[in-house]
């Protein structure tokens, strides 16, 4: 006896849920570290803009001088994830870092905030930035598993810790669903740290107990 081979229809199979991984963070300290282990002018001052802006390796390459508005504090992310622009602020202390590197560099003829070391016409590889963060790390003693978006992910969650709103934090961010920005409160320590336990609430008198046994 054969079985007709009928392909089944797409509302009758069942969907893997993708289990989605808390990403590896680290604490304000160890990106003080990263950043300060980072030798070069240029790798320093992306990796910087990166971590203060939350920034995704594609954005950050592709940056313009045109892109910062120093009058408004902010900076305009042309290349993001769906095609959607947006603002994020410019720290004062990102400003003058951006500052220092525009003087100590010779940007006449760059189109590129970060060119290629080699071809100042093409931005900066992104991919060449997942080595520069682990060769930082290894330099500053990082034993972490550290990765090209490491930055952002701390980014997002420093920014929880310190209470800002997770829904500005999702346009800062350029996500277009909150769940996926919701990620970042599994695993911010402050959140977990504040929470009260059901202990607190009860009396014990700890002092008239009889030691067991």
């Known amino acids: 006896m054969e079985t007709v081979k009928t392909g089944w229809p797409e509302n009758f199979l069942a969907r893997v849920k993708e289990r989605r991984k808390l990403p590896v963070l680290l604490s304000q300290i160890e ?20 971590y203060s802006a939350g920034l995704r390796p594609i954005e950050v390459v592709h940056l313009r001088h045109e892109n910062i508005d120093s009058g408004r504090n902010l900076l305009h992310i042309e290349i993001a994830k769906g095609g959607k622009n947006r603002f994020v602020p410019l720290s004062e202390l990102l400003l003058q870092i951006l500052r220092y ?8 003829k760059w189109h590129w905030l970060f060119p290629d070391d080699q071809d100042h016409s093409k931005p900066y590889p992104k991919q060449k930035i997942n080595d520069v963060i682990k060769l930082s790390a290894k330099r500053a003693q990082i034993e972490k598993p550290v990765t090209a978006r490491i930055l952002r992910h701390c980014f997002a969650t420093h920014l929880l810790e310190q209470g800002a709103d997770i829904r ?7 996500h277009a669903k909150l769940e996926t920005t919701a990620l970042y409160t599994r695993v911010t320590v402050s959140t977990i740290r504040d929470v009260e336990s059901p202990l607190e609430r009860i009396r014990l008198n700890l002092t008239k107990r009889k030691p067991p046994g």
């Open 168 to 174: 500005v934090i999702q346009v800062l961010l350029g």
């Open 31 to 50: 990106v003080a570290d990263l950043l300060n282990a980072t030798l070069e002018k240029k790798e320093r001052t992306l990796l910087t803009t990166m």
């Open 101 to 108: 590197y525009w003087i100590t560099t010779d940007h006449n």
